[in-house]
């Protein structure tokens, strides 16, 4: 793989945890939206957008992704169940144990899919940075939730749940990259994956949307979250996809809470103890680790 579509591949998934990393602080200028709903309207809407975007690309190389349909469907189902386990499994066990299993195991099962598929070679380094960024993460997380004595009637529900988030995280990613490594461009495979997977989200929506219109706040929230993080990450995301590995990708994706804690701190007033600045400096040197090529070992030698 050559170097500088690496990198720029590297600067995308970045920008696009960057932009992600907002819609925790972009929800809270509108509470009345359930989260189930803000994450519905985000990856569905998002979602048909990227479809639009790409639908000249999706009609030129239809007949390739009817052939390579296995992937499709397996990225489209794994888009649609993403949010709603994710936003489920924050009401069901808290914020922070959901978002720490989902976003934390995704690296992990992203690798698990990959090496079974024979897309993988685990190395000291990948390892070392994964493990960093995890540690960090729950760190993180820890930090952010160290005052709450809330006890969750669902919990057990809730962690099984933001596990399907991370499985689920890890599919999609893994699918797209599949069907662009088949020859189907990266519009057309991100465009066709989450074209469908929102579509399967729209009933939710028709059920659930009326809040959205029930003040201009709420409606700008729900524009704001289709269009820029969701749509407009998912196309940095995309190109990530194309240049880089899923699991690299996912890992990278680690920043995200890094960026949602530092809003909250700038714009929603929040503040981070001690244990959350280590935690968001584990995060960084993951992200050192995980995409610098340093000299690689692998851990298990396969080719014997």
């Known amino acids: 793989m050559q170097p500088l579509p690496r990198t720029l591949g590297i600067l995308a998934v970045i920008l696009a945890s960057i932009l992600w990393g907002t819609t925790g602080t972009a929800a809270t200028f509108a509470p009345s939206l359930s989260p189930l709903l803000i994450g519905a309207v985000a990856m569905g809407i ?7 975007l790409a639908l000249k690309q999706i009609v030129k190389q239809y007949q390739l992704l009817i052939k390579y349909y296995n992937f499709l469907i397996l990225g489209a189902v794994a888009v649609a169940i993403y949010p709603l386990a994710f936003y489920t499994s924050m009401r069901w066990s808290g914020v922070t144990i959901g978002t720490v299993v989902s976003i934390g195991s ?40 160290n005052t709450e004595t809330i006890v969750y009637e669902h919990l057990t ?14 599919l999609y990613s893994w699918s797209a990259r599949k069907l662009m490594l088949k020859g189907i461009s990266t519009k057309s495979a991100m465009g066709a994956t989450f074209g469908c997977g929102g579509l399967l989200l729209m009933p939710i929506i028709m059920v659930m949307g009326t809040p959205l219109f029930e003040s201009a706040t709420n409606l700008a ?14 196309l940095c995301y995309g190109f990530g996809l194309a240049n880089i590995q899923a699991s690299t990708a996912t890992t990278i994706t680690l920043l995200e809470p890094v960026i949602a804690t530092i809003l909250a701190i700038l714009i929603v007033g929040e503040s981070l103890p001690l244990i959350g600045w280590l935690g968001i400096l584990l995060i960084l040197i993951c992200l050192i680790f995980i995409t610098i090529p340093f000299k690689e070992y692998r851990l298990f030698n396969l080719d014997k």
């Open 46 to 52: 998002g979602g048909i957008l990227q479809c639009l």
């Open 106 to 145: 995704a690296p992990i099962l992203s690798v698990v899919i990959e090496y079974v598929n024979h897309d993988f070679r685990l190395t000291k380094q990948w390892l070392i940075g994964a493990i960093l960024g995890i540690v960090g993460m729950l760190l993180l997380s820890f930090a952010d939730n």
């Open 157 to 170: 529900l809730g962690i099984l749940l933001a596990l399907i988030a991370g499985l689920t995280y890890a």
């Open 221 to 234: 929230v729900g524009v704001y979250m289709a269009t820029i993080p969701m749509f407009l990450g998912y």
